[in-house]
């Protein structure tokens, strides 16, 4: 009997080499996994969000399966590239949402936890603020960039983290404190 994430390395590969039925039964396979990562993301956001955590996953993963040769080859990683997606798509809701509202106060926030992101109404605001220094930070330090959207976007402990990024837990902490202090700055400077 193979196990769970042998079964996903399987589908992963089928899937790059084209097989769409085999990125349809990965989707059946993760669901609950993807839904869960999903309604961490959402958790901090506001009441009256219209994205739900369904709608989420599916657009994380007409995202992923777009492009199925780049997929990742294992769990882990998969997760990983998932919970980017997700980010992408909440910054990018909060900008279109941002938008058409434009204008509202800039309040500091410390990152000094992974959960929850703002609930308020300048929950949005804070998503983009975020998200853009996530990827200024990305272009600086790629795995930092990744910890930040594991803990904080996804709301991964270390664990969870160190195992998508295949690093120690004492690592994810280094880095973690590292990302914090960036991101910041950055939210400070505006």
């Known amino acids: 009997m193979s196990s769970p994430a042998a079964d996903v390395t399987t589908l992963l590969g089928a899937a790059r080499a084209g097989d769409d039925d085999a990125l349809r039964r990965l989707v059946t396979v993760l669901y609950d996994d993807l839904h869960r990562v999903a309604g961490s993301l959402l958790r901090g956001e506001r009441a009256d969000h219209t994205l739900g955590a369904t709608a989420l996953v599916h657009e994380a993963f007409l995202r992923l399966a777009h492009a199925p040769s780049a997929l990742p080859?294992?769990?882990?990683?998969?997760?990983?590239?998932?919970?980017?997606?997700?980010?992408?798509?909440?910054?990018?809701?909060?900008?279109?949402?941002?938008?058409?509202?434009?204008?509202?106060?800039?309040?500091?926030?410390?990152?000094?936890?992974?959960?929850?992101?703002?609930?308020?109404?300048?929950?949005?605001?804070?998503?983009?603020?975020?998200?853009?220094?996530?990827?200024?930070?990305?272009?600086?330090?790629?795995?930092?960039?990744?910890?930040?959207?594991?803990r904080f976007f996804v709301g991964f402990t270390e664990p969870e983290t160190a195992e998508v990024l295949g690093v120690t837990d004492r690592t994810v902490r280094r880095d973690w404190t590292k990302a914090r202090a960036f991101l910041e700055r950055a939210l400070a400077d505006g």
Request: aromatic share 6%; net charge positive; glycine share 8%.
């Open 73 to 150: 080859d294992d769990r882990a990683r998969f997760f990983g590239a998932a919970a980017t997606a997700m980010r992408r798509i909440l910054v990018d809701y909060a900008r279109r949402r941002n938008a058409e509202r434009r204008g509202g106060g800039q309040h500091p926030v410390r990152l000094d936890t992974a959960l929850p992101l703002v609930a308020d109404d300048d929950g949005a605001a804070f998503v983009v603020r975020v998200g853009e220094a996530v990827e200024r930070l990305e272009r600086i330090d790629p795995r930092l960039a990744r910890v930040v959207e594991l």
